[in-house]
């Protein structure tokens, strides 16, 4: 049971250049979320799935897009990635009602030069 | 603009004495609150959750929440080296939405 699993682990990027996370669960969860945390800021939301074939936008989803492929994976794609979007992203899992925990994945640390 | 206030810290506490890590939060109908643990370099641990007034205990952790003035803390007994961290408080408005709202974290050193 290995819980959220993430990858790439790291990555660097250039401008302009385009990559997509990979994020899967084993939970059997319905959601799905994608944060972003920077130092000072926290964590925030780009985008989430409440349940597989529905995606919606978060705080912060200006140069992202994501696909929820099937009930085990959401991916987070930079179509065209720039400087701002340096950051560690997690990807984290939902427990069901009524508590809702959300359970993270090991993170991203992306790098854009 | 729903927030969640931590004190960034760094709070800094002898091995064995206890610390104490406090969160004010804005909306007042929210009905969940949590709190994650994060080592340098790592994701967010779900440590502790509570969602009723009072106190919940879980081995050394206490969670204290007390809803009239939207306050929720952490308390860590017999505090380790290991508990060195950033510990992160959250918040869910209500039972319909599962959105969490997170503080900035409070980063929490033990001195042996």
């Known amino acids: 049971n290995a819980g959220v699993t993430q990858t790439p682990k790291f990555q660097v990027l250039k401008t302009g250049q385009s990559m997509t996370l990979q994020c899967a669960q084993d939970?059997?969860?319905?959601?799905m979320y994608w944060y972003r945390q920077d130092p000072g800021m926290g964590l925030r939301l780009i985008y989430y799935s409440a349940s597989e074939g529905t995606t919606d936008k978060g705080e912060v989803p200006n140069g992202y897009n994501v696909s929820r492929l099937n009930k085990r994976e959401f991916s987070l794609r930079l179509e065209s990635a720039a400087p701002s979007q340096t950051s560690v992203y997690f990807c984290?899992?939902?427990?069901?009602?009524?508590?809702?925990?959300?359970?993270f994945g090991p993170g991203t640390r992306l790098t854009v030069l | 603009q729903k927030e969640v206030e931590q004190n960034s810290g760094p709070l800094s506490v002898p091995e064995g004495a206890i610390a104490s890590l406090n969160c004010t939060y804005s909306?007042?109908?929210?009905?969940?609150f949590f709190w994650y643990r994060q080592y340098s370099g790592k994701s967010p641990e779900l440590i502790m959750s509570i969602y009723s007034n009072g106190d919940k205990e879980d081995g050394r952790f206490t969670a204290q929440l007390n809803k009239a003035s939207q306050y929720v803390s952490l308390l860590i007994r017999d505090s380790q080296p290991s508990d060195s961290a950033t510990y992160l408080c959250a918040v869910r408005s209500d039972f319909g939405n599962e959105k969490l709202t997170f503080g900035t974290g409070t980063r929490l050193t033990i001195i042996p």
């Open positions: 909306d007042r109908g929210s009905q969940s």
């Open positions: 939970m059997n969860h319905n959601s």
């Open positions: 984290a899992s939902v427990a069901g009602t009524p508590y809702n925990e959300q359970f």
